[in-house]
Protein backbone atom coordinates (compact mmCIF):
# COMPACT_ATOMS: atom_id res chain seq x y z
CA UNK A 1 0.00 0.00 0.00
CA UNK A 2 1.58 3.39 -1.14
CA UNK A 3 1.88 5.92 1.50
CA UNK A 4 1.94 9.50 0.58
CA UNK A 5 2.93 12.30 3.04
CA UNK A 6 0.98 15.55 2.56
CA UNK A 7 3.42 18.09 3.87
CA UNK A 8 1.07 21.67 4.02
CA UNK A 9 -1.88 23.19 4.49
CA UNK A 10 -5.30 21.99 4.86
CA UNK A 11 -5.86 23.20 1.85
CA UNK A 12 -3.32 21.63 -0.38
CA UNK A 13 -5.02 18.26 -1.53
CA UNK A 14 -8.71 18.95 -2.13
CA UNK A 15 -10.96 16.51 -0.46
CA UNK A 16 -12.03 15.48 -4.11
CA UNK A 17 -8.07 14.67 -4.56
CA UNK A 18 -8.21 12.29 -1.18
CA UNK A 19 -11.07 10.52 -2.26
CA UNK A 20 -9.93 9.61 -5.91
CA UNK A 21 -5.99 8.69 -4.42
CA UNK A 22 -7.52 7.03 -1.74
CA UNK A 23 -9.94 5.04 -4.23
CA UNK A 24 -6.83 3.99 -5.70
CA UNK A 25 -5.42 2.09 -2.74
CA UNK A 26 -3.29 5.02 -1.37
CA UNK A 27 -2.77 5.93 2.22
CA UNK A 28 -2.53 9.62 3.17
CA UNK A 29 -0.91 10.96 6.04
CA UNK A 30 -1.19 15.20 6.58
CA UNK A 31 1.46 16.75 8.45
CA UNK A 32 0.71 20.71 8.64
CA UNK A 33 3.98 22.04 10.17
CA UNK A 34 7.62 20.86 9.49
CA UNK A 35 8.69 19.18 12.87
CA UNK A 36 5.55 17.07 12.47
CA UNK A 37 6.59 16.35 8.89
CA UNK A 38 10.13 15.95 9.79
CA UNK A 39 9.54 13.56 12.31
CA UNK A 40 7.08 11.37 9.93
CA UNK A 41 10.01 11.30 7.43
CA UNK A 42 12.73 9.77 9.80
CA UNK A 43 10.68 8.04 11.83
CA UNK A 44 8.68 5.99 8.83
CA UNK A 45 9.36 7.59 5.44
CA UNK A 46 6.36 7.56 2.79
CA UNK A 47 6.39 6.78 -0.91
CA UNK A 48 6.16 9.62 -2.25
CA UNK A 49 6.41 13.18 -0.55
CA UNK A 50 3.95 16.46 -2.24
CA UNK A 51 4.75 19.67 -0.09
CA UNK A 52 3.99 23.45 -1.38
CA UNK A 53 5.90 26.80 -1.22
CA UNK A 54 6.21 28.07 1.73
CA UNK A 55 3.54 25.84 3.90
CA UNK A 56 3.94 26.79 7.51
CA UNK A 57 7.11 29.04 7.92
CA UNK A 58 9.41 30.62 5.56
CA UNK A 59 11.63 28.09 3.47
CA UNK A 60 10.19 25.21 5.74
CA UNK A 61 9.61 23.20 3.06
CA UNK A 62 13.10 23.55 1.48
CA UNK A 63 14.33 22.03 4.73
CA UNK A 64 12.20 19.35 4.19
CA UNK A 65 13.35 18.52 1.09
CA UNK A 66 16.66 18.93 1.73
CA UNK A 67 16.00 16.23 4.58
CA UNK A 68 14.83 13.83 2.20
CA UNK A 69 16.94 14.64 -0.51
CA UNK A 70 20.09 14.50 1.51
CA UNK A 71 19.85 10.95 3.16
CA UNK A 72 21.27 8.56 0.66
CA UNK A 73 18.48 5.93 1.48
CA UNK A 74 15.78 8.28 1.36
CA UNK A 75 16.93 10.30 -1.89
CA UNK A 76 15.22 8.36 -4.32
CA UNK A 77 11.44 9.57 -2.96
CA UNK A 78 9.82 11.61 -5.19
CA UNK A 79 8.47 14.80 -4.26
CA UNK A 80 6.34 17.33 -5.51
CA UNK A 81 5.97 20.71 -5.15
CA UNK A 82 2.99 22.32 -5.21
CA UNK A 83 3.17 26.07 -6.46
CA UNK A 84 1.21 28.57 -7.72
CA UNK A 85 1.78 29.85 -11.22
CA UNK A 86 2.77 33.22 -10.00
CA UNK A 87 5.47 31.90 -7.88
CA UNK A 88 6.70 30.62 -11.04
CA UNK A 89 7.24 34.14 -12.53
CA UNK A 90 10.37 34.30 -10.28
CA UNK A 91 12.73 31.63 -11.77
CA UNK A 92 12.87 29.10 -9.38
CA UNK A 93 16.83 27.28 -8.44
CA UNK A 94 16.18 23.96 -8.55
CA UNK A 95 19.39 23.14 -7.06
CA UNK A 96 17.65 24.76 -4.19
CA UNK A 97 14.94 22.85 -4.79
CA UNK A 98 15.35 19.02 -5.34
CA UNK A 99 12.10 18.03 -6.47
CA UNK A 100 11.06 15.11 -9.21
CA UNK A 101 7.76 17.57 -10.26
CA UNK A 102 5.97 20.14 -9.62
CA UNK A 103 2.37 20.85 -9.91
CA UNK A 104 0.41 24.10 -10.39
CA UNK A 105 -2.68 25.18 -8.97
CA UNK A 106 -5.42 24.70 -9.34
CA UNK A 107 -5.36 20.88 -10.42
CA UNK A 108 -7.83 18.13 -11.33
CA UNK A 109 -7.69 15.11 -8.99
CA UNK A 110 -6.82 13.36 -12.36
CA UNK A 111 -4.00 15.28 -13.21
CA UNK A 112 -2.58 14.24 -9.36
CA UNK A 113 -2.90 10.98 -9.64
CA UNK A 114 -1.45 10.60 -13.32
CA UNK A 115 2.02 12.28 -12.17
CA UNK A 116 1.88 9.94 -9.32
CA UNK A 117 1.80 6.55 -11.04
CA UNK A 118 4.50 8.25 -13.69
CA UNK A 119 7.04 9.07 -10.59
CA UNK A 120 6.37 5.33 -9.42
CA UNK A 121 7.21 4.13 -12.85
CA UNK A 122 10.05 6.61 -13.41
CA UNK A 123 11.71 5.43 -10.21
CA UNK A 124 10.88 1.49 -10.99
CA UNK A 125 13.12 2.26 -14.08
CA UNK A 126 15.88 3.97 -12.73
CA UNK A 127 16.23 4.93 -8.98
CA UNK A 128 18.66 2.12 -8.35
CA UNK A 129 20.57 2.18 -12.08
CA UNK A 130 24.46 1.18 -11.44
CA UNK A 131 26.23 4.46 -12.93
CA UNK A 132 28.48 2.85 -15.23
CA UNK A 133 26.42 0.32 -16.67
CA UNK A 134 22.81 1.99 -16.44
CA UNK A 135 21.35 -1.23 -15.74
CA UNK A 136 19.18 -1.85 -12.19
CA UNK A 137 21.10 -2.88 -9.09
CA UNK A 138 20.36 -4.69 -6.06
CA UNK A 139 17.01 -3.31 -5.25
CA UNK A 140 15.43 -3.98 -8.55
CA UNK A 141 17.70 -7.39 -8.69
CA UNK A 142 15.80 -9.05 -5.43
CA UNK A 143 12.64 -7.70 -6.17
CA UNK A 144 13.14 -9.58 -9.88
CA UNK A 145 14.33 -12.62 -8.06
CA UNK A 146 11.15 -12.43 -5.52
CA UNK A 147 8.88 -11.41 -8.71
CA UNK A 148 10.14 -14.89 -10.19
CA UNK A 149 10.21 -17.42 -6.95
CA UNK A 150 6.11 -16.16 -6.96
CA UNK A 151 5.50 -17.63 -10.32
CA UNK A 152 4.66 -21.10 -11.42
CA UNK A 153 6.48 -21.17 -14.62
CA UNK A 154 10.71 -22.12 -14.15
CA UNK A 155 12.63 -19.00 -14.49
CA UNK A 156 16.77 -19.10 -13.99
CA UNK A 157 18.36 -16.94 -12.49
CA UNK A 158 21.76 -16.61 -13.65
CA UNK A 159 24.96 -14.97 -12.16
CA UNK A 160 27.95 -13.95 -14.58
CA UNK A 161 31.72 -12.57 -13.36
CA UNK A 162 34.25 -12.09 -14.73
CA UNK A 163 37.34 -14.02 -14.53
CA UNK A 164 40.77 -12.89 -14.06
CA UNK A 165 39.25 -9.10 -13.49
CA UNK A 166 41.29 -8.23 -10.65
CA UNK A 167 44.48 -8.92 -12.59
CA UNK A 168 43.18 -7.37 -15.67
CA UNK A 169 42.82 -4.29 -13.47
CA UNK A 170 45.78 -4.20 -11.76
CA UNK A 171 47.75 -4.52 -15.30
CA UNK A 172 45.67 -2.08 -17.73
CA UNK A 173 44.46 0.34 -14.78
CA UNK A 174 41.25 0.87 -13.88
CA UNK A 175 39.65 2.81 -16.50
CA UNK A 176 40.12 -0.14 -19.09
CA UNK A 177 38.35 -2.52 -16.37
CA UNK A 178 35.26 0.11 -16.53
CA UNK A 179 35.27 -0.48 -20.47
CA UNK A 180 34.99 -4.00 -19.79
CA UNK A 181 32.69 -3.87 -17.26
CA UNK A 182 30.68 -2.24 -20.00
CA UNK A 183 31.36 -4.63 -22.40
CA UNK A 184 29.85 -7.52 -20.39
CA UNK A 185 26.76 -5.20 -19.60
CA UNK A 186 25.98 -4.84 -23.07
CA UNK A 187 27.10 -7.90 -24.46
CA UNK A 188 24.42 -9.56 -21.79
CA UNK A 189 21.64 -7.47 -22.01
CA UNK A 190 21.77 -7.80 -25.46
CA UNK A 191 22.17 -11.20 -25.59
CA UNK A 192 19.07 -11.51 -23.27
CA UNK A 193 16.48 -8.94 -25.16
CA UNK A 194 17.27 -10.72 -28.75
CA UNK A 195 16.57 -14.62 -27.38
CA UNK A 196 14.38 -14.16 -24.36
CA UNK A 197 12.63 -11.25 -24.29
CA UNK A 198 9.90 -12.19 -22.12
CA UNK A 199 10.23 -11.93 -18.01
CA UNK A 200 13.72 -11.81 -18.69
CA UNK A 201 15.42 -9.22 -16.32
CA UNK A 202 19.20 -8.00 -16.59
CA UNK A 203 21.05 -6.41 -13.30
CA UNK A 204 24.02 -5.25 -11.81
CA UNK A 205 25.19 -6.38 -8.54
CA UNK A 206 28.23 -3.80 -8.48
CA UNK A 207 31.58 -4.47 -9.94
CA UNK A 208 32.33 -7.50 -12.34
CA UNK A 209 29.06 -9.28 -11.37
CA UNK A 210 25.96 -9.30 -13.29
CA UNK A 211 22.77 -11.40 -12.66
CA UNK A 212 20.21 -11.86 -15.41
CA UNK A 213 17.03 -13.97 -15.53
CA UNK A 214 15.60 -15.64 -17.97
CA UNK A 215 13.10 -18.33 -18.72
CA UNK A 216 14.00 -21.83 -17.99
CA UNK A 217 14.04 -23.24 -21.20
CA UNK A 218 15.77 -20.42 -22.63
CA UNK A 219 18.62 -20.77 -20.12
CA UNK A 220 21.14 -23.23 -22.45
CA UNK A 221 20.97 -20.77 -25.66
CA UNK A 222 21.64 -17.69 -24.05
CA UNK A 223 24.17 -18.54 -21.79
CA UNK A 224 25.64 -20.29 -24.96
CA UNK A 225 25.44 -17.02 -26.97
CA UNK A 226 26.60 -14.90 -24.31
CA UNK A 227 30.15 -16.91 -24.06
CA UNK A 228 30.70 -16.70 -27.50
CA UNK A 229 29.70 -13.13 -28.10
CA UNK A 230 31.93 -12.25 -24.90
CA UNK A 231 34.98 -14.16 -26.86
CA UNK A 232 34.89 -12.47 -30.08
CA UNK A 233 34.53 -8.94 -28.38
CA UNK A 234 36.87 -9.97 -25.50
CA UNK A 235 40.17 -9.61 -27.74
CA UNK A 236 39.12 -5.61 -28.71
CA UNK A 237 39.81 -5.49 -24.81
CA UNK A 238 43.68 -7.23 -24.87
CA UNK A 239 46.96 -5.76 -26.09
CA UNK A 240 48.24 -7.73 -29.26
CA UNK A 241 50.93 -9.28 -26.74
CA UNK A 242 49.29 -10.42 -24.12
CA UNK A 243 46.61 -12.22 -27.12
CA UNK A 244 49.51 -13.48 -28.24
CA UNK A 245 51.22 -15.05 -24.83
CA UNK A 246 47.55 -16.06 -24.26
CA UNK A 247 47.68 -14.96 -20.40
CA UNK A 248 49.04 -12.57 -18.50
CA UNK A 249 51.82 -12.15 -15.47
CA UNK A 250 50.29 -10.15 -12.66
CA UNK A 251 50.19 -10.66 -8.66
CA UNK A 252 47.74 -12.58 -6.59
CA UNK A 253 46.20 -11.40 -3.27
CA UNK A 254 48.89 -13.01 -1.67
CA UNK A 255 51.44 -10.45 -3.56
CA UNK A 256 52.95 -13.73 -5.67
CA UNK A 257 54.25 -13.33 -9.10
CA UNK A 258 51.03 -15.58 -11.06
CA UNK A 259 49.84 -16.26 -14.38
CA UNK A 260 46.57 -15.53 -15.30
CA UNK A 261 44.25 -16.75 -18.34
CA UNK A 262 43.02 -14.04 -20.37
CA UNK A 263 39.82 -12.54 -19.44
CA UNK A 264 36.77 -14.88 -19.50
CA UNK A 265 33.07 -14.91 -18.01
CA UNK A 266 31.44 -17.70 -15.75
CA UNK A 267 27.90 -17.93 -15.73
CA UNK A 268 25.96 -19.83 -12.46
CA UNK A 269 22.34 -20.68 -13.15
CA UNK A 270 20.07 -21.36 -10.56
CA UNK A 271 16.80 -22.95 -12.11
CA UNK A 272 13.50 -21.75 -9.74
CA UNK A 273 10.97 -24.21 -11.36
CA UNK A 274 8.96 -26.22 -8.63
CA UNK A 275 8.75 -23.70 -6.08
CA UNK A 276 12.31 -25.18 -4.39
CA UNK A 277 12.89 -21.80 -3.76
CA UNK A 278 11.23 -18.89 -1.53
CA UNK A 279 13.66 -16.16 -0.84
CA UNK A 280 16.76 -14.77 -2.99
CA UNK A 281 18.81 -15.49 -0.22
CA UNK A 282 18.00 -19.05 -0.72
CA UNK A 283 18.85 -18.39 -4.58
CA UNK A 284 22.16 -16.48 -3.88
CA UNK A 285 23.44 -18.83 -1.69
CA UNK A 286 23.14 -21.38 -4.33
CA UNK A 287 24.36 -19.90 -7.21
CA UNK A 288 27.65 -19.20 -5.15
CA UNK A 289 28.12 -22.44 -4.58
CA UNK A 290 27.78 -23.04 -8.21
CA UNK A 291 29.72 -20.64 -8.73
CA UNK A 292 32.71 -21.88 -6.59
CA UNK A 293 32.71 -24.91 -9.27
CA UNK A 294 32.05 -23.36 -12.45
CA UNK A 295 35.24 -20.83 -11.76
CA UNK A 296 37.55 -23.85 -11.09
CA UNK A 297 37.18 -24.44 -15.40
CA UNK A 298 39.28 -22.93 -17.78
CA UNK A 299 37.97 -20.71 -20.41
CA UNK A 300 34.50 -19.21 -20.38
CA UNK A 301 32.28 -21.65 -18.80
CA UNK A 302 28.25 -21.86 -17.22
CA UNK A 303 26.83 -24.65 -15.03
CA UNK A 304 23.30 -24.76 -14.70
CA UNK A 305 21.66 -26.00 -11.32
CA UNK A 306 19.26 -28.35 -12.05
CA UNK A 307 19.90 -30.61 -8.69
CA UNK A 308 16.51 -30.75 -7.18
CA UNK A 309 15.06 -31.57 -10.92
CA UNK B 1 46.95 25.56 -54.17
CA UNK B 2 46.49 28.28 -52.00
CA UNK B 3 45.70 27.67 -48.57
CA UNK B 4 42.90 29.72 -47.84
CA UNK B 5 40.90 27.75 -50.17
CA UNK B 6 42.49 24.22 -49.00
CA UNK B 7 41.68 25.38 -45.22
CA UNK B 8 37.48 26.63 -46.75
CA UNK B 9 37.63 22.42 -47.97
CA UNK B 10 38.86 21.15 -45.07
CA UNK B 11 36.39 23.00 -42.75
CA UNK B 12 33.56 22.08 -45.40
CA UNK B 13 34.52 18.52 -45.29
CA UNK B 14 35.04 18.36 -41.41
CA UNK B 15 31.69 19.14 -40.37
CA UNK B 16 29.87 16.08 -42.63
CA UNK B 17 27.33 14.93 -40.68
CA UNK B 18 25.38 12.17 -42.22
CA UNK B 19 26.97 10.31 -45.42
CA UNK B 20 23.90 9.00 -47.60
CA UNK B 21 23.59 4.92 -48.45
CA UNK B 22 22.40 2.97 -51.41
CA UNK B 23 18.39 2.77 -51.22
CA UNK B 24 18.51 -0.96 -52.11
CA UNK B 25 20.74 -1.62 -48.47
CA UNK B 26 18.54 0.21 -46.68
CA UNK B 27 15.33 -1.31 -47.96
CA UNK B 28 16.81 -4.54 -47.59
CA UNK B 29 17.99 -4.02 -43.87
CA UNK B 30 14.37 -2.41 -43.40
CA UNK B 31 12.26 -5.78 -44.17
CA UNK B 32 15.01 -7.76 -42.01
CA UNK B 33 14.09 -5.34 -38.81
CA UNK B 34 10.60 -5.75 -39.35
CA UNK B 35 10.82 -9.66 -39.49
CA UNK B 36 10.85 -10.46 -35.93
CA UNK B 37 13.14 -13.43 -36.86
CA UNK B 38 15.99 -11.71 -38.09
CA UNK B 39 18.70 -12.36 -36.11
CA UNK B 40 21.49 -9.27 -35.53
CA UNK B 41 24.02 -12.14 -37.13
CA UNK B 42 21.84 -11.28 -40.50
CA UNK B 43 21.58 -7.85 -40.11
CA UNK B 44 25.47 -7.64 -39.35
CA UNK B 45 26.44 -9.88 -42.62
CA UNK B 46 24.29 -6.83 -44.64
CA UNK B 47 25.97 -4.14 -42.90
CA UNK B 48 29.56 -5.62 -43.79
CA UNK B 49 28.76 -5.12 -47.37
CA UNK B 50 28.10 -1.67 -46.98
CA UNK B 51 30.94 1.17 -46.26
CA UNK B 52 28.42 3.85 -45.55
CA UNK B 53 26.74 1.81 -42.58
CA UNK B 54 29.73 -0.01 -41.56
CA UNK B 55 31.38 3.56 -40.95
CA UNK B 56 28.70 4.45 -38.87
CA UNK B 57 28.38 1.63 -37.01
CA UNK B 58 31.77 2.11 -36.02
CA UNK B 59 31.77 5.57 -35.74
CA UNK B 60 28.69 4.81 -33.06
CA UNK B 61 30.17 2.11 -30.67
CA UNK B 62 33.78 4.26 -30.78
CA UNK B 63 31.73 7.03 -29.77
CA UNK B 64 32.28 8.21 -25.80
CA UNK B 65 28.56 7.97 -25.24
CA UNK B 66 28.52 4.07 -25.81
CA UNK B 67 32.04 4.18 -24.22
CA UNK B 68 34.88 2.36 -26.19
CA UNK B 69 36.57 5.47 -27.35
CA UNK B 70 38.77 3.97 -30.08
CA UNK B 71 38.54 0.43 -29.63
CA UNK B 72 36.57 -1.19 -31.56
CA UNK B 73 38.03 -1.97 -35.05
CA UNK B 74 35.48 -5.24 -35.98
CA UNK B 75 32.33 -4.91 -36.99
CA UNK B 76 31.14 -8.26 -35.33
CA UNK B 77 32.16 -6.81 -32.41
CA UNK B 78 30.25 -3.42 -32.57
CA UNK B 79 27.23 -5.10 -33.45
CA UNK B 80 27.43 -7.56 -30.67
CA UNK B 81 27.58 -4.53 -28.54
CA UNK B 82 25.18 -2.19 -30.01
CA UNK B 83 22.63 -5.20 -29.87
CA UNK B 84 19.67 -5.13 -32.17
CA UNK B 85 18.37 -2.42 -31.36
CA UNK B 86 20.52 0.04 -31.88
CA UNK B 87 21.08 -0.71 -35.32
CA UNK B 88 17.71 -0.91 -36.16
CA UNK B 89 17.52 2.34 -35.31
CA UNK B 90 20.33 3.18 -36.94
CA UNK B 91 18.96 1.95 -40.21
CA UNK B 92 16.02 3.58 -39.61
CA UNK B 93 17.62 6.85 -39.61
CA UNK B 94 19.88 6.09 -42.32
CA UNK B 95 19.91 8.64 -45.12
CA UNK B 96 19.40 7.75 -48.27
CA UNK B 97 20.72 8.86 -52.15
CA UNK B 98 18.26 11.63 -53.21
CA UNK B 99 19.42 10.76 -56.53
CA UNK B 100 21.20 7.60 -56.90
CA UNK B 101 24.02 7.70 -59.54
CA UNK B 102 25.84 5.35 -61.49
CA UNK B 103 29.11 6.36 -59.72
CA UNK B 104 27.86 6.18 -56.35
CA UNK B 105 27.02 2.14 -57.11
CA UNK B 106 30.32 1.75 -58.43
CA UNK B 107 31.98 3.19 -55.62
CA UNK B 108 29.89 0.73 -53.42
CA UNK B 109 31.35 -2.22 -55.04
CA UNK B 110 34.75 -1.24 -55.61
CA UNK B 111 34.86 -0.49 -51.83
CA UNK B 112 33.05 -3.69 -51.34
CA UNK B 113 35.57 -5.91 -53.54
CA UNK B 114 38.03 -3.84 -51.96
CA UNK B 115 37.19 -5.49 -48.54
CA UNK B 116 36.96 -9.13 -50.51
CA UNK B 117 40.16 -9.04 -51.99
CA UNK B 118 42.18 -7.29 -47.89
CA UNK B 119 39.87 -10.22 -46.62
CA UNK B 120 41.42 -13.26 -48.90
CA UNK B 121 45.10 -11.54 -48.67
CA UNK B 122 44.98 -11.74 -45.11
CA UNK B 123 44.17 -15.08 -44.78
CA UNK B 124 46.54 -16.24 -47.06
CA UNK B 125 48.80 -14.48 -45.02
CA UNK B 126 47.71 -15.53 -41.74
CA UNK B 127 47.48 -12.20 -40.11
CA UNK B 128 45.36 -12.37 -36.93
CA UNK B 129 42.69 -10.41 -37.75
CA UNK B 130 41.60 -11.16 -41.02
CA UNK B 131 37.86 -9.15 -40.77
CA UNK B 132 39.45 -6.20 -39.36
CA UNK B 133 41.97 -5.37 -42.60
CA UNK B 134 38.49 -6.49 -44.36
CA UNK B 135 36.21 -3.94 -42.67
CA UNK B 136 39.96 -1.30 -43.41
CA UNK B 137 39.16 -2.57 -47.00
CA UNK B 138 35.39 -1.61 -47.01
CA UNK B 139 35.84 2.01 -45.33
CA UNK B 140 38.92 2.94 -47.42
CA UNK B 141 37.48 5.20 -49.85
CA UNK B 142 35.29 6.97 -47.37
CA UNK B 143 36.84 10.32 -48.37
CA UNK B 144 35.54 10.10 -51.50
CA UNK B 145 32.14 9.62 -50.60
CA UNK B 146 32.13 13.15 -48.56
CA UNK B 147 34.17 15.10 -51.10
CA UNK B 148 31.61 14.04 -53.66
CA UNK B 149 28.84 15.03 -50.75
CA UNK B 150 29.79 18.12 -49.84
CA UNK B 151 31.65 19.22 -52.65
CA UNK B 152 29.65 18.36 -55.73
CA UNK B 153 30.88 20.90 -57.83
CA UNK B 154 34.42 20.13 -57.37
CA UNK B 155 34.01 16.84 -57.77
CA UNK B 156 33.25 16.96 -60.76
CA UNK B 157 35.88 19.05 -61.82
CA UNK B 158 38.54 16.34 -60.61
CA UNK B 159 36.76 13.99 -62.69
CA UNK B 160 36.86 16.39 -65.69
CA UNK B 161 40.63 17.18 -64.78
CA UNK B 162 41.54 12.96 -64.59
CA UNK B 163 39.92 12.34 -67.68
CA UNK B 164 41.53 15.72 -69.77
CA UNK B 165 44.91 14.98 -68.36
CA UNK B 166 45.21 11.47 -67.93
CA UNK B 167 46.37 11.52 -64.50
CA UNK B 168 44.61 9.84 -61.63
CA UNK B 169 41.59 10.93 -59.02
CA UNK B 170 44.01 11.36 -56.64
CA UNK B 171 46.08 13.53 -58.28
CA UNK B 172 43.19 15.26 -59.59
CA UNK B 173 41.94 16.03 -55.96
CA UNK B 174 45.53 17.85 -54.98
CA UNK B 175 45.68 19.58 -57.82
CA UNK B 176 41.36 21.02 -57.43
CA UNK B 177 41.41 21.07 -54.04
CA UNK B 178 44.77 20.54 -52.28
CA UNK B 179 44.20 17.29 -50.46
CA UNK B 180 43.16 13.82 -51.57
CA UNK B 181 40.28 11.92 -50.40
CA UNK B 182 42.65 9.65 -48.04
CA UNK B 183 43.38 12.41 -45.96
CA UNK B 184 39.74 13.26 -45.56
CA UNK B 185 38.98 9.51 -44.99
CA UNK B 186 41.60 9.93 -42.33
CA UNK B 187 39.89 13.03 -40.38
CA UNK B 188 36.84 11.49 -40.62
CA UNK B 189 37.90 8.27 -39.40
CA UNK B 190 39.76 10.07 -36.61
CA UNK B 191 37.32 12.32 -35.49
CA UNK B 192 34.94 9.37 -35.25
CA UNK B 193 36.98 8.01 -33.14
CA UNK B 194 38.20 4.89 -34.62
CA UNK B 195 40.80 2.65 -33.72
CA UNK B 196 44.20 3.67 -35.26
CA UNK B 197 43.90 -0.21 -36.95
CA UNK B 198 41.10 1.38 -39.05
CA UNK B 199 42.09 5.01 -39.58
CA UNK B 200 45.95 3.85 -40.48
CA UNK B 201 44.62 1.87 -43.75
CA UNK B 202 42.56 4.75 -44.60
CA UNK B 203 45.33 7.44 -44.08
CA UNK B 204 48.10 4.90 -45.97
CA UNK B 205 46.34 3.11 -48.57
CA UNK B 206 48.18 4.75 -51.55
CA UNK B 207 51.07 5.37 -48.90
CA UNK B 208 52.07 2.77 -46.91
CA UNK B 209 55.25 3.49 -46.49
CA UNK B 210 53.75 6.46 -44.17
CA UNK B 211 52.53 3.67 -41.89
CA UNK B 212 53.54 3.73 -38.58
CA UNK B 213 51.75 1.44 -35.85
CA UNK B 214 49.61 -0.68 -38.68
CA UNK B 215 52.18 -1.34 -41.63
CA UNK B 216 50.81 -4.55 -42.50
CA UNK B 217 47.17 -3.76 -42.33
CA UNK B 218 48.08 -0.74 -44.57
CA UNK B 219 50.30 -2.79 -47.11
CA UNK B 220 47.14 -5.29 -47.43
CA UNK B 221 44.64 -2.74 -48.08
CA UNK B 222 47.06 -0.75 -50.73
CA UNK B 223 47.75 -3.89 -52.30
CA UNK B 224 43.86 -5.32 -51.85
CA UNK B 225 42.96 -2.36 -53.63
CA UNK B 226 45.66 -2.39 -56.38
CA UNK B 227 44.33 -5.92 -57.30
CA UNK B 228 40.22 -4.77 -57.09
CA UNK B 229 40.97 -2.38 -59.10
CA UNK B 230 43.29 -4.81 -61.64
CA UNK B 231 40.27 -7.07 -61.51
CA UNK B 232 38.04 -4.01 -62.87
CA UNK B 233 35.12 -4.89 -60.50
CA UNK B 234 32.97 -1.73 -59.57
CA UNK B 235 34.78 2.00 -59.99
CA UNK B 236 37.04 4.11 -58.10
CA UNK B 237 36.54 7.09 -60.18
CA UNK B 238 39.12 6.37 -62.54
CA UNK B 239 40.73 4.36 -65.22
CA UNK B 240 44.12 3.66 -63.68
CA UNK B 241 45.60 0.94 -61.52
CA UNK B 242 47.45 2.67 -58.60
CA UNK B 243 51.05 2.02 -58.68
CA UNK B 244 52.28 -0.50 -56.26
CA UNK B 245 54.49 0.67 -53.34
CA UNK B 246 58.06 -1.15 -53.67
CA UNK B 247 58.07 -1.02 -49.23
CA UNK B 248 54.39 -2.28 -48.91
CA UNK B 249 55.27 -5.09 -51.60
CA UNK B 250 58.67 -6.37 -49.51
CA UNK B 251 56.50 -6.35 -46.33
CA UNK B 252 53.58 -8.66 -47.94
CA UNK B 253 56.06 -11.44 -49.35
CA UNK B 254 54.52 -13.00 -51.85
CA UNK B 255 56.02 -14.40 -54.68
CA UNK B 256 54.73 -13.76 -58.02
CA UNK B 257 53.51 -17.44 -58.13
CA UNK B 258 50.94 -16.51 -55.19
CA UNK B 259 49.12 -14.53 -57.12
CA UNK B 260 47.07 -16.30 -59.70
CA UNK B 261 45.45 -18.45 -57.10
CA UNK B 262 44.92 -15.50 -55.01
CA UNK B 263 43.41 -13.78 -58.21
CA UNK B 264 41.61 -16.74 -58.72
CA UNK B 265 40.15 -16.86 -54.91
CA UNK B 266 39.28 -13.49 -55.19
CA UNK B 267 37.12 -13.90 -58.50
CA UNK B 268 34.99 -16.66 -56.63
CA UNK B 269 34.27 -14.98 -54.01
CA UNK B 270 33.05 -11.78 -55.87
CA UNK B 271 30.53 -14.19 -57.25
CA UNK B 272 28.85 -14.23 -53.85
CA UNK B 273 29.03 -10.66 -53.85
CA UNK B 274 27.80 -9.88 -57.52
CA UNK B 275 24.62 -11.94 -56.62
CA UNK B 276 24.30 -9.31 -53.39
CA UNK B 277 24.82 -6.51 -55.34
CA UNK B 278 22.37 -7.70 -58.47
CA UNK B 279 20.00 -8.28 -55.58
CA UNK B 280 20.35 -5.23 -54.03
CA UNK B 281 20.41 -3.16 -57.26
CA UNK B 282 16.77 -4.08 -58.06
CA UNK B 283 15.24 -3.46 -55.11
CA UNK B 284 15.10 -7.36 -54.44
CA UNK B 285 14.49 -9.61 -51.06
CA UNK B 286 17.11 -11.62 -50.77
CA UNK B 287 18.36 -13.99 -47.97
CA UNK B 288 21.54 -12.61 -46.62
Redesign the interface.
Known amino acids: MPRILIAGNDSLIMPECRHLLEAKGYTLKYCTNLPEALGQVLEDPPDLLVTEKGFSGKNDEVELIQAVKTCLQKANIPIFLVVDEIQLQVELDWDHYPVDDIITRSFIPEILLARIRLAESRMARAFDNNPLSRLPGNTSIIRAIQRVLREADGYAVCYVDIDNFKPYNDRYGFSRGD?VI??VA??V??VV??LARKGSFVGHIGGDDFVFIVREEMVEPVCQKILT?FD??R???LS?ED?AMGEFVGRDRQNHETRFGLLSLSIAAVTTGGGRYSHYGEVSSAASQLKHCVKKLDGSNYLVDRRNT | MDDKKRAQFKKVLREIKNLPTLPGIVAKLGKMAENPDT??EQMGRVISKDHILASKLLRLVNSAFY??PQ????L??AI??????VIKSLIISASIFEVMEAQDVELWEHSLGCAVACNVLARHLGV??PEEISTAGLIHDIGKVAIKMELPKEYEMITALSQEKNISRLEAEREILGLDHAEVGSWLARSWNLPDKLVEPITCHHEPQLAREEPMACAIVHFGNILIRGLGYGHAGDIWVPPLNSKAWKLLALAPADIDPLLHEIEEKLWEVKGFSLDIQSGQEGEA
Do not use: H, P, W, Y
Request: without cysteine; proline residues 0%; neutral net charge.
Open positions: ELMRVANAENLVNMFAI | TTGFRISSNSILLGFNKD
